[in-house]
């Protein structure tokens, strides 16, 4: 499975400040992509990125992608409040088509 | 457009008894998938489809069972509830990219 692994586990920061995820996957991934989840709500799509891709921006979001690590990192600059939230990654596509797993997330907390 | 839609939204259940989860999406998505996810934990792959007609396993398929006979439908059977399947489930559909777009949860009790 192309199973994700988020770290940290919990990640609590102020306002204003930066917050920085990782994750891990096993098998070879057509694409990598991250998620968040407000309490108790489904998963949103926030960005995906190719596997024949580095680096890719959207709004406050930052997102690497590292092949011969299997690792990806999510950055979030300038944290609100309303980021506090679980994110996830998912390795998608490559040898096992359509099994898309999650890791257990990173639970954000951004103090006001 | 609705996206992705899923009843019922609570569900008691007592051990031993059966029931369907519906879930439906009107973004002609070939790609739909099954998790739970249980407290404190991530979500958990049941079973998912490819395309009508097209079914698979996921990690945790055990106890539950899936059809995919239209495009629009993925329902969800749990064959003979156990307290170990008290969860969250989400439905979703996914795109060509395989992006996922989540239905709003069921929330099932067995007792």
């Known amino acids: 499975s192309q199973q994700g692994e988020e770290d940290p586990q919990a990640l609590s920061i102020q306002e204003g400040e930066n917050a920085t995820m990782n994750c891990s996957y096993k098998t070879s991934i057509n694409n990598l992509q991250w998620y968040r989840q407000n309490s108790g709500r489904g998963l949103v799509h926030l960005i995906l990125i190719r596997s024949n891709e580095r680096e890719k921006h959207s709004g406050r979001l930052r997102v690497t992608l590292d092949t011969s690590k299997k690792s990806s990192s999510l950055l979030i600059t300038a944290s609100r409040a309303a980021d506090t939230a679980s994110y996830f990654c998912a390795g998608a596509g490559g040898t096992s088509y359509g099994k898309l797993t999650f890791g257990q997330g990173t639970i954000l907390t951004v103090h006001p | 457009n609705a996206g992705v839609t899923q009843t019922p939204k609570f569900q008691v259940l007592k051990t031993g008894q059966s029931m369907t989860l519906q879930c439906a999406q009107d973004?002609?998505?070939?790609?739909m998938s099954w998790y739970r996810q249980d407290p404190g934990m991530g979500l958990r792959l049941i079973h998912y489809?490819?395309?009508?007609?097209?079914?698979d396993q996921g990690e945790v398929p055990n106890g539950y069972n899936v059809s995919r006979s239209t495009t629009e439908d993925f329902p969800l059977r749990l064959l003979s509830a156990a307290p170990s399947q008290t969860s969250v489930y989400f439905c979703?559909?996914?795109?060509?990219?395989?992006?996922?777009?989540f239905g709003p949860g069921t929330r099932l009790t067995v007792t």
């Open positions: 973004m002609n998505h070939e790609y």
């Open positions: 979703a559909s996914g795109d060509r990219w395989l992006r996922q777009y």
């Open positions: 489809s490819v395309g009508a007609g097209i079914t």
